[in-house]
C-alpha cells in the first residue's frame, strides 16, 4: 500500500518571507511524487513533480520540491511567499508499479499574511 | 490545448434521488480518467479509474458506479443517494500510459443530499 503524511493542517508565514511545507510518502518501489494546489471551491492545479535525477525540482509560480530518499520525504519550499500564495496544497505519490492509482495527503492549509 | 470539462458546477438532490455527474476531455486522445471524491475540503479519495472505454476500476465498494461511453467521456453515477454521498467530486484526466504524468483536475462538482 501506499501512503503520504502532511504533518500539518495549517502552515503561516509571513509574506516575503520563505515557506515550507512538508510531505512524507510510503511507497513500494521507485515513487512519483506530485505537489498540487487548490484555491476554494476549484479543482486541483499541477505544480511540480518528482520522477527521477536531480532532487530538487523546480515547479510553477516559484515553488520547488527537495525529494529526499532517506527520508522518504518531498517538501514543497518557496524562498519568498506571496499572499497570493494561500491555498490548499496537496502532496500525491503515486509507486512505479502501480499503475493509474496516485494517492493523496490530507492537504495543508497555507496561510500568507501580509 | 487540452481541456477539461465537468457539470454540473453544482447539485442539490434528496435522499433517494438519482445522480449523474459528466465529465469530458477534450484536446487529447485516449486519456486516463478519474473520479475522486474530496470530503469536508481535505484529502481526495479516489473512486473509480478508467483507462479505455468500457474499463472501470473501481477502487472503494460504495454507492456509485462509473461509465466510459466513449473515449473523452466519463460519467458518475448512483441509483439512490445517500446522505453520505455528499460531497466535491473532482474528474481528473491524464496521459495514457505515461504513469509519471500528472493529474489535470476539473473544476469540480459539489453534491449535497438532503
Known amino acids: 500500500a501506499q501512503s503520504v503524511a502532511q504533518p500539518e493542517d495549517q502552515v503561516n508565514v509571513a509574506e516575503g518571507n520563505p515557506l515550507t511545507v512538508k510531505c512524507t510518502y510510503s511507497?513500494?518501489?521507485?515513487?512519483?511524487l506530485f505537489w498540487y494546489v487548490q484555491y476554494p471551491n476549484r479543482g486541483l492545479q499541477f505544480l511540480l513533480k518528482?520522477?527521477?535525477?536531480?532532487?530538487l525540482v523546480k515547479g510553477s509560480y516559484g515553488f520547488e520540491a527537495e525529494f529526499n530518499k532517506s527520508q522518504t520525504s518531498f517538501h514543497l519550499k518557496k524562498p519568498s511567499a506571496l499572499v497570493s500564495d494561500s491555498a490548499l496544497y496537496f502532496c500525491a505519490v503515486r509507486a512505479n508499479t502501480n499503475a493509474g492509482k496516485s494517492t493523496f495527503g490530507d492537504g495543508t492549509t497555507l496561510t500568507v499574511k501580509p | 490545448s487540452q481541456t477539461i470539462h465537468q457539470w454540473p458546477a453544482t447539485l442539490v438532490q434528496p435522499v433517494g434521488s438519482p445522480l449523474s455527474l459528466e465529465c469530458t476531455v477534450e484536446?487529447?486522445?485516449?486519456?486516463?480518467l478519474y473520479w475522486y471524491r474530496q470530503a469536508a475540503g481535505r484529502g481526495l479519495q479516489l473512486l473509480f479509474y478508467s483507462v479505455g472505454i468500457g474499463q472501470i476500476s473501481s477502487e472503494v465498494p460504495q454507492n456509485l458506479s462509473a461509465s466510459r461511453p466513449q473515449d473523452r467521456q466519463f460519467i458518475l453515477s448512483s441509483k439512490k443517494l445517500l446522505l453520505s454521498d455528499s460531497g466535491f467530486y473532482l474528474c481528473?484526466?491524464?496521459?495514457?500510459?505515461?504513469?509519471?504524468?500528472?493529474?489535470?483536475f476539473g473544476e469540480g462538482s459539489r453534491l449535497t443530499v438532503l
Open positions: 481528473a484526466w491524464s496521459v495514457r500510459g505515461a504513469w509519471t504524468g500528472e493529474l489535470f
Open positions: 484536446g487529447t486522445s485516449n486519456p486516463n
Open positions: 511507497v513500494s518501489g521507485n515513487p512519483y
Open positions: 518528482y520522477i527521477t535525477g536531480d532532487n
